[in-house]
């Protein structure tokens, strides 16, 4: 018997509903329970691979290939499983497949309305994940606010779910964020009450509220919650900022809601808790020393939402090193200005993580040459790995117009070109090379090295890869291929031979990186920059660091 917990948000958006579920999920699996978790996305994209980061932060790539909503990766974090595509409904879905049905003529006869067709599909897209998961328990998160236009058919069809899998089975979560009047210092409950009151007024009245807050929440300001709000006393839950962010589940379970939610649901096949080994994870993060400083040189660094799993991944593999972590946030157009070259100096070791277009690829380009001469540890996510390639090609390889045909800028030499499988592919959604795809390690080499393994199995997003007519010329001038798709037909590792750690990989192995079971390629990284920290290797600017390359503005 499944049953379910729906999760929404009141106030404001960005207050970390997103953790909150995935902590749920976290507290529930430590009972024994098998849980799932599910994402309503209500914009009418079909899926956010085709939005701007800037828009929406980093594209999450599931094991099965959907290109999903960030949170996920905070799911499969949190709760340790691989989710699948099934996992993150938008509403662009809910449309496309009613629209297709009509015009199939299922519905013949009918008029096609909001309810009950669009809140049926997303019901059923509900009870799918709880038949297919055979989960005890699915968390639903809606994104968005309660209130938000476009999020009412989701927020009606999870009133509806809750009579259709009986009220015993099924709770509402609402979250929200207590501002601090900055005069007095004081936390204001009200807007917490103006959105149970929208959430009412829908129909749901929740069963727990999780106020969050940046100050220590204290108990009559909950009590005060739960009076208003008519929610039990101990169903309010404050929850302080914290700089940890994996101790949310600890601070929700000690403050009894892991008991509330079991009672509540009438989950009796719940066990006894057992986060010990969470605890110690979350211990070993506040013990850890001086952080490393590791660079991160993207295009959307502004936003660092936009690189959330390859953060996280860093963290994780500081923290297995037990060093805390310092990221510099490097814009490459920046580099390709003259400007934080100072910044790059300073660093440990430097990551250039997955992008598209050309802009700040000159930049990008600059920093892995920085790197390879000055034999700083690298690690090339997807792009990251082009980059790396392109960079050997011009200056070592002295093929000065390498590039990617991505980029359209005329060249002789795409080291990095269109896989031919893409040739004929219009449609920009969904249609990279998507999900995981097995990958066989030379041995001998860092990447082999790092996951002690010969064959891993890694997610992917991209529709370029490196170009086989170079594959020899690169291995003669010092470059390996420490990691080939199985049929030897695409490059999945390159690495740098004469150098302590310059590792590239086509796909993302921060998607696979957990908390407590970082990314081997991740760890072998920062385990070459603390080696390369203790060398105190002296530092050199390159020639072309502060003369200014690239326009900086072509595509995007
Ligand atoms: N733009 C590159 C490609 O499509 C890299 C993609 C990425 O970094 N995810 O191949």
Redesign the pocket.
């Known amino acids: 018997m499944t049953r379910y917990i729906f999760c929404t948000g009141g106030v404001v958006s960005s207050v970390g509903k997103g953790v909150v579920a995935a902590s749920i999920g976290r507290i529930l699996k430590a009972r024994g329970l098998k849980v799932a978790i599910m994402k309503l996305d209500p914009y009418l994209n079909v899926d956010p691979g085709t939005m701007n980061p800037f828009q929406h932060g980093e594209v999450f790539v599931t094991d099965d290939g959907a290109e999903t909503d960030l949170d996920l990766g905070h799911y499969e974090r949190f709760i340790d499983e691989s989710l699948t595509r099934d996992c993150n409904v938008t509403a662009g879905q809910i449309y496309a497949e009613i629209i297709a049905k009509e015009r199939r003529g299922d519905f013949l006869g009918a008029t096609i309305q909001v309810i009950p067709h669009v809140t049926n599909e997303i019901k059923s897209r509900i009870v799918r994940v709880g038949e297919e998961s055979k989960a005890d328990v699915v968390i639903v998160e809606v994104g968005g606010t309660v209130g938000d236009i476009e999020g009412l058919p989701f927020i009606e069809a999870l009133r509806q779910l809750r009579m259709d899998v009986g009220r015993r089975h099924a709770m509402y979560v609402h979250v929200t964020w207590l501002p601090q009047i900055g005069a007095t210092g004081e936390l204001k409950t009200k807007p917490t009450q103006h959105s149970v009151a929208e959430l009412r007024g829908t129909g749901i009245r929740p069963h727990v509220i999780v106020a969050r807050s940046d100050m220590p929440v204290e108990r009559d300001l909950l009590d005060k919650i739960a009076l208003f709000c008519d929610v039990d006393k101990q169903a309010v839950i404050g929850l302080e900022t914290t700089k940890y962010l994996y101790e949310v589940p600890l601070m929700l379970e000690d403050a009894g809601l892991g008991d509330y939610i079991v009672k509540r649901l009438r989950l009796k096949e719940a066990k006894k808790p057992d986060l010990n080994d969470w605890r110690k994870m979350v211990d070993r993060m506040k013990r850890v020393k001086a952080p490393i400083r590791i660079a991160i040189v993207g295009k959307y660094v502004a936003l660092k939402d936009a690189y959330m799993s390859v953060k996280e991944a860093l963290y994780s593999a500081a923290v297995a090193a037990g060093r805390d972590i310092d990221i510099e946030w490097i814009y490459s157009g920046d580099l390709e200005a003259g400007k934080d070259w100072d910044k790059l100096a300073g660093v440990h070791g430097i990551v250039v993580p ?3 277009g050309y802009r700040g690829i000159e930049g990008k380009i600059m920093a892995a040459r920085y790197a390879r001469e000055n034999k700083i540890p690298y690690l090339g ?3 990251g790995m ?1 980059v790396m390639c392109i960079e050997f090609a011009r200056n070592v390889l002295t093929l000065e117009d390498a590039n990617s045909s ?1 980029f359209e800028t005329p060249s002789e030499h795409y080291v990095i070109d269109l896989m031919p499988d893409q040739r004929q592919i219009r449609d920009l959604g969904g249609t ?1 090379r998507l999900g995981v795809y097995p990958c066989a390690l030379d041995e001998h080499t860092k990447a082999a090295e790092s996951y002690q393994t010969s064959r891993v199995l890694e997610r992917h ?4 890869e490196f170009n086989n007519t170079y594959r020899q010329k690169f291995i003669e001038a010092g470059m390996q291929f420490s990691g080939l798709s199985p049929d030897k037909r695409l490059v999945e590792i390159a690495e740098v031979d004469d150098h302590p750690f310059m590792v590239g990989s086509q796909f ?1 192995p921060e998607f696979t990186s957990r908390p407590n079971k970082p990314n081997p390629l991740f760890e072998g990284f920062i385990n070459a920059a603390v080696e390369h920290e203790h060398s105190g290797a002296p530092i050199k600017l390159l020639s072309v660091a502060s003369s200014g390359h690239g326009n900086g503005s072509h595509g995007d």
């Open positions: 997955g992008g598209f996510l997807c792009l082009q991505e990279m997003r991209h529709r370029f993302h």
